[in-house]
């Protein structure tokens, strides 16, 4: 099987997504009928998150959507609100908000690469025409 390397910008691949089981033209719109069946998150996993820096990590988890069950390895960094850069190294990172010293610095977690494979989702079976 070939495989080939395609890039699109984020509102593109935003749009994509959340269309992806309305469009006829795309693979997942004959399982649209299991769009919101629980069992196809069953398989969906956050494998590891792995720090370089408090402010740059890579993630890998796996989410399905029939007929593809995705591998996704994300480059995750703390960018600044103010600058867009990634946070300086004395940000304080917490789930609770962002705070650096003396309040100057906010931010919060952004994608800013994905790579993905996709495997047959084990409900790819169960689609329509």
Same mark, same amino acid.
């Given at each position: 099987?070939?495989?080939?390397?395609?890039?699109?910008?984020?509102?593109?691949?935003?749009?994509?997504?959340?269309?992806?089981?309305?469009?006829?033209?795309?693979?997942?719109?004959?399982?649209?009928?299991?769009?919101?069946?629980?069992?196809?998150?069953?398989?969906?996993?956050?494998?590891?998150?792995?720090?370089?820096?408090?402010?740059? !990590?890579?993630?890998?988890?796996?989410? =399905? #959507?029939?007929?593809?069950?995705? &591998?996704?390895?994300? $480059?995750? !960094?703390?960018?600044?609100?103010?600058? =867009? #850069?990634?946070?300086?190294?004395? &940000?304080?990172?917490? $789930?609770?908000?962002?705070?650096?010293?003396?309040?100057?610095?906010?931010?919060?977690?952004?994608?800013?690469?994905?790579?993905?494979?996709?495997?047959?989702?084990?409900?790819?079976?169960?689609?329509?025409?």
């Amino acid at each position: 099987q070939e495989t080939k390397i395609v890039t699109c910008d984020s509102k593109d691949f935003y749009e994509k997504v959340q269309q992806r089981y309305n469009r006829p033209e795309e693979p997942h719109h004959k399982y649209r009928h299991l769009k919101d069946d629980p069992r196809v998150g069953n398989w969906d996993s956050l494998t590891s998150i792995e720090f370089a820096t408090p402010q740059l !990590a890579m993630v890998i988890l796996t989410v =399905g #959507h029939p007929p593809c069950l995705w &591998t996704d390895l994300l $480059t995750c !960094a703390f960018l600044s609100q103010e600058t =867009g #850069h990634i946070a300086r190294e004395d &940000t304080e990172i917490s $789930t609770g908000g962002t705070k650096g010293k003396n309040d100057e610095q906010q931010g919060c977690w952004w994608i800013v690469h994905k790579s993905s494979e996709c495997e047959p989702h084990p409900l790819s079976s169960w689609g329509h025409s």
